[in-house]
T-cell receptor
């Protein structure tokens, strides 16, 4: 019954690998987001998709490629992982006109 | 460039007393402000919000005050309970033409309520 679910919850991988994080929401929201919480604890937006269309891309390296197969899913694929990509990645969703976003529980990515 | 600032990293209060969490912002284009609460290993959960055209919003034990001239907002929790112990994020929304918007977060503040 989780509203916004992310998988996996933990991901440990070596530098140079390619990995994906999946996100699904069952709230019927039309906008989905990826946020990154770095080691300094800042939560920063990476991408925003509205009805499968990219609307915000916050100068994220193009090694990061979001994919939205439908408005309930927003996956994040990361190529050639680097040490600095280690962070907690949060998926979120919202509905037009409603300001409270619903967040997933996060994916802790550790690049070694 | 940190547009939403939570300058105190932590606060400790006794159960039953008031908790006051402060937040400052620099961008006058923000039109909506929110507070999120986060427990370890969970995502942030929405707590309370306030529109930039208001100066106060109350929801049960939680009240948010906005001082636009000072670009300052605060969250008051009265009475504080041990279950309120969490990290609290101040956030602001900036809207763009076309209807898209972005949520900008502060660094968070850890509140500990002691029994």
């Amino acid at each position: 019954d989780t509203a916004v679910s992310q998988t996996p919850k933990y991901l440990v991988t070596q530098m140079g690998n390619d990995k994906s994080i999946k996100c699904e929401q069952n709230l019927g929201h039309d906008t989905m987001y990826w946020y990154k919480q770095d080691s300094k604890k800042f939560l920063k937006i990476m991408f925003s998709y509205n009805n499968k269309e990219l609307i915000i891309n916050e100068t994220v390296p193009n090694r990061f490629s979001p994919k939205s197969p439908d408005k309930a899913h927003l996956n994040l694929h990361i190529n050639s992982l680097e040490l600095g990509d280690s962070a907690v990645y949060f998926c979120a969703s919202s509905h037009a006109g409603v300001h409270g976003y619903t967040f997933g529980s996060g994916t802790r990515l550790t690049v070694v | 460039d940190q547009q939403v600032k939570q300058n105190s990293p932590s606060l400790s209060v006794q159960e039953g007393r008031i908790s006051i969490l402060n937040c400052d912002y620099t961008n006058s284009m923000f039109d909506y402000f929110l507070w999120y609460k986060k427990y370890p290993a969970e995502g942030p959960t929405f707590l309370i919000s306030i529109s930039s055209i208001k100066d106060k919003n109350e929801d049960g034990r939680f009240t948010v005050f906005l001082n636009k001239s000072a670009k300052h907002l605060s969250l008051h929790i009265v009475p504080s309970q041990p279950g309120d112990s969490a990290v609290y994020f101040c956030a602001a929304i900036i809207a763009f033409q076309g209807g898209s918007e972005k949520l900008v977060f502060g660094k968070g503040m850890k509140l500990t309520v002691n029994p």
